[in-house]
């Protein structure tokens, strides 16, 4: 049971990147799956969630709303997070992470931080934002 990250890199202000969630030996259709973000010297932050497909919500922080994009592909047990108009204070390791809850229980897991309730987490992929 994991989940794997991919797409980070290095990214000009302005420009786009997607994040790929990659979950294996479970179905990811039956679990909300979140990004979070973590810079140096800061404390770990909630960018985004989607609930389990039955419900596909989706929910931003604030600093990301308008810009980033979370989609789901049930074919490939894979959830993505589409960055656009990125910007320096976006540079972070990206991680996602799941747990079977509903999309209210989800909400308060990440707005309060409550990090404990996750049950998968991926290692995590690095973005830089930088001219």
């Known amino acids: 049971v994991q989940l794997v990250e991919s797409g980070g890199g290095l990214v000009q202000p302005g420009g786009s990147l997607r994040l790929s969630c990659a979950a294996s030996?479970?179905?990811?259709?039956?679990?909300?799956i979140t990004w979070f973000r973590q810079a140096p010297g800061k404390e770990r932050e909630g960018v985004s969630f989607i609930a389990r497909s039955a419900d596909n919500s989706a929910y931003y922080t604030d600093s990301v709303k308008g810009r980033f994009t979370i989609s789901r592909d049930s074919a490939k047990n894979t959830v993505y997070l589409q960055m656009d108009s990125l910007k320096p204070e976006d540079t972070a390791v990206y991680y996602c992470a799941a747990a079977s809850l509903s999309f209210d229980l989800f909400v308060t897991v990440f707005k309060e931080r409550r990090y404990r309730y996750l049950e998968v987490w991926g290692q995590g992929t690095l973005v830089t934002v930088s001219s």
């Open positions: 030996g479970f179905t990811s259709d039956d679990y909300a």
